[in-house]
T-cell receptor
Framework: GAVVSQHPSRVICKSGTSVKIECRSL??????MFWYRQFPKQSLMLMAT?????????EQGVEKDKFLINHASLTLSTLTVTSAHPEDSSFYIC??????????????FGPGTRLTVL | GNSVTQMEGPVTLSEEAFLTINCTYT??????LFWYVQYPGEGLQLLLK?????DKGSNKGFEATYRKETTSFHLEKGSVQVSDSAVYFC????????????FGSGTRLSIRP
């Protein structure tokens, strides 16, 4: 149980286009999801906290107009990278916390999405 | 501020060898400490955790002890297997894993048969 999926797993796009990444909790509901970014051989860095039905909370230095987050349901959060540029190329990972019941103090992670901007 | 430093990899060991991956942290207050593992092609999984000083987290033969005096949370396993090959992340959270997590840079472990 407690599986989180991400789609797509890999995406290549041209500079200036927008890319949407989906994060789904497959067998549980999640009021809170997190979006992380990982550069090669570096730590995962938290970008934002996504709460169902409200605006996301962004970490310092993360452009909210650049990285649009929508958490419209208890099983889906989306990250849209707008007007992508090569420096946005990275590995994006989401995590989700189950709503209520057991395991509500544990984050479950998706497998990540590799974004390459040409 | 809060930060995590872990030994750089890659680490390559033979099967049945003893494993230590060092991790030290800087934090205000009393954070919870975690080890996450990422197997090839999969998402991060919580391997073990400790929420207060002197606690020992353990799972799948891995252990780590929360040492406040040395601000360390080193990961150990007495006899590694090929299936342990993965990337291991040390991490901390000011409260619990339900809140913001700060990760180390990860250590890639490869086990030779």
């Amino acid at each position: 149980g407690a599986v989180v999926s991400q789609h797509p797993s890999r995406v290549i796009c041209k500079s200036g286009t927008s890319v949407k990444i989906e994060c789904r909790s497959l067998d549980f509901q999640a009021t809170t999801m997190f979006w992380y970014r990982q550069f090669p051989k570096q730590s995962l860095m938290l970008m934002a906290t996504s709460n169902e039905g409200s605006k996301a909370t962004y970490e310092q230095g993360v452009e909210k107009d650049k990285f649009l987050i929508n958490h419209a349901s208890l099983t889906l959060s989306t990250l849209t990278v707008t007007s992508a540029h090569p420096e946005d190329s990275s590995f994006y990972i989401c995590s989700a916390i189950p709503f209520g019941g057991a395991g509500t103090d544990t984050q479950y992670f998706g497998p990540g999405t590799r974004l390459t901007v040409l | 501020g809060n930060s995590v430093t872990q030994m750089e990899g890659p680490v390559t060991l033979s099967e049945e060898a003893f494993l230590t991956i060092n991790c030290t942290y800087t934090a205000t207050g009393y954070p919870s400490l975690f080890w996450y593992v990422q197997y090839p092609g999969e998402g991060l999984q919580l391997l073990l955790k400790a929420t207060k000083a002197d606690d020992k987290g353990s799972n799948k033969g891995f252990e780590a002890t929360y040492r406040k005096e040395t601000t360390s949370f080193h990961l150990e396993k007495g006899s590694v297997q090929v299936s342990d090959s993965a990337v291991y992340f040390c991490a901390l959270s000011p409260y619990s894993s339900a809140s913001k997590i700060i990760f180390g840079s990860g250590t890639r472990l490869s086990i030779r048969p």
